[in-house]
């Protein structure tokens, strides 16, 4: 094996042609001017009379206040006013046209998938997906949307995936990683399955409230904490969807999971064959070594990207995990965006850079 | 043989503490502390991000959880992106002063009288604007 003796920090790549950006924030300017006019009138007035409460009691917001404001970059608020992310025109100038983004995949946050009023959560995700085509896909074609959709009612979700699914302003199903129940509990699976015969991907993102403390041990005390946690979940989430036979069952999943870091999925899918090898008895419906289910079926997405010192031991993991399953991502306007130029400072090969820059991404979403 | 610029007026300052200027094409941004003056490349060591979009904030310093001291105001520059603090003078990392450090430049006031060997001037003009703020890089 080659080790590169002194991996250069310092080496700045340059894109040389258009990337894929697999997790960008557009944001409403505010959801009351931008969105609720895409919902009927009683839910207006519902939620001016009796809010948006979420699993999580009586949390406004995200359980843990993020380390910077609106979890976002101090200097991507918009010249002309506005939170981050919620003007097209400074998107273009700080983030699409410098880092000259092709394909930049939006992912809708915060906007109540779980909202405990089931109806409400449907009334509101049908709402999100009408503003990102009015707002930002129509307006510029580098950018694309997810459907989301209430996932704790499948048929609903059916209902806005039949909705959207064909037109070329949608590139996957958004999910998040933080549900009531396991991501492959079969009251999903209606879901998964309208992914599949649409040819979409379903896109996890980390976050969510399902009601269920952040880690298995509980509520943590501090933000770091919780930022870490999404590691956990989003191994869980994929231990629970192999094992319950979710891809044996829908031969054309796809899964991309999206922020939750990519070095730990090499241990974890040599730890779910060694068990699943010696438990055949129990989990008899999962037809293949596990890690051959994951090679197949499931993406990562690269923010936050693992720093390790020796940055070159991230090539050796990218290769335990399949250069093909890997996409960039930036998580613009995030305060943990990952700069493309800086995202993978390590010595890649043409093909390598290909297809973690763009091609595998193309490729996951369906796209020439 | 590092070479001195004028880049700013104090008075430029007067609504703000800091401001961003480039020197020799590289982004450069001035920080006014009080009465005192620093510089740094306008580049994260870390990912690149925008130094002068960052936050000035204290040293914090605990020896066991649940102590926490602050020192320093303001003397401690947060980066807007990840969040990377340094010392606004020395540029060293807080959390790994090996791993990173911010490229601190020097800067200095002097009184538009003696700036006859600086260069630059005729962007100013000197005969009215007191004070002007040198770089040297």
């Known amino acids: 094996m080659n080790v590169e003796a002194r991996p250069n920090l310092s080496k700045v790549q340059e894109a040389r042609v258009g990337i894929a950006d697999c997790d960008v924030h557009p944001n409403p300017t505010s959801l009351e001017d931008e969105v609720f006019p895409f919902l009927e009138q009683k839910w207006r007035d519902h939620i001016e009379t009796y809010g948006m409460p979420q699993r999580i009691g009586f949390a406004g917001g995200t359980q843990y206040p993020k380390g910077q404001p609106r979890a976002s970059r101090r200097d991507s608020y918009p010249p002309e006013g506005g939170p981050p992310a919620s003007s097209l025109s400074f998107f273009r100038e700080q983030h699409l046209d410098p880092h000259h983004v092709d394909l930049a995949v939006m992912i809708p946050l915060r906007i109540g998938q779980a909202l405990q009023n089931m109806d409400l959560a449907v009334a509101l995700c049908a709402a999100i997906n009408e503003w990102q085509q009015e707002f930002w896909t129509r307006k510029e074609p580098r950018i694309k949307g997810s459907i989301v959709m209430a996932y704790e009612n499948a048929s609903d979700c059916v209902a806005q995936i039949e909705k959207h699914a064909h037109k070329d302003d949608f590139v996957q199903i958004s999910m998040l990683s933080r549900t009531p129940d396991p991501l492959g509990h079969r009251k999903y699976w209606p879901i998964y399955e309208a992914a599949a015969a649409n040819g979409l991907p379903v896109g996890v993102h980390a976050f969510g409230y399902g009601g269920n403390p952040p880690t298995g041990g509980g509520y943590p005390s501090y933000y770091i904490e919780d930022m870490m946690a999404h590691a956990q979940s989003c191994q869980s989430l994929i231990v629970s969807m192999v094992y319950e036979g979710v891809f044996d069952r829908i031969p054309d999943m796809k899964l991309i999971i999206v922020e939750g870091g990519i070095a730990w999925l090499p241990s974890l899918a040599w730890r779910l064959d060694k068990i699943w090898e010696k438990n055949r008895m129990e989990l008899s419906h999962v037809k293949r070594p596990p890690s051959e289910i994951i090679r197949e079926h499931v993406w990562l997405t690269s923010q936050p990207i693992e720093e390790p010192d020796k940055r070159q031991q991230l090539v050796e993991t990218i290769d335990w995990i399949g250069w093909e399953n890997v996409l960039y991502a930036s998580d613009y306007p995030h305060w943990d965006f990952d700069d493309p130029k800086r995202a993978l400072p390590v010595q890649l090969t043409q093909e390598q850079r290909d297809g973690f820059f763009r091609n595998n991404a193309f490729k996951a979403y369906g796209l020439s | ?137």
Request: aromatic share 8%; net charge negative; charged share 30%.
């Open chain 2, 1 to 137: 043989m590092a070479e001195k610029h004028v880049v700013a007026k104090v008075a430029d300052f007067a609504d703000t503490d800091r401001k961003l200027v480039e020197v020799k094409g590289r982004p450069i941004v001035i920080f006014k502390l009080g009465e005192e003056w620093f510089g740094m490349l306008n580049r994260c060591p870390h990912q690149g991000g925008s130094l002068c979009a960052g936050h000035l904030i204290s040293q914090v310093d605990s020896d066991r959880p649940g102590d926490y001291r602050l020192s320093r105001r303001g003397e401690i520059l947060r980066c807007p992106w990840h969040g990377w603090e340094f010392d606004i003078r020395t540029g060293e990392a807080c959390a790994r002063p090996g791993k990173f450090r911010a490229r601190p430049v020097g800067v200095s006031v002097l009184s538009a009288d003696d700036t006859e060997t600086v260069g630059d001037l005729e962007l100013y003009d000197v005969s009215t604007e007191a004070d002007l703020v040198v770089v040297e890089l």
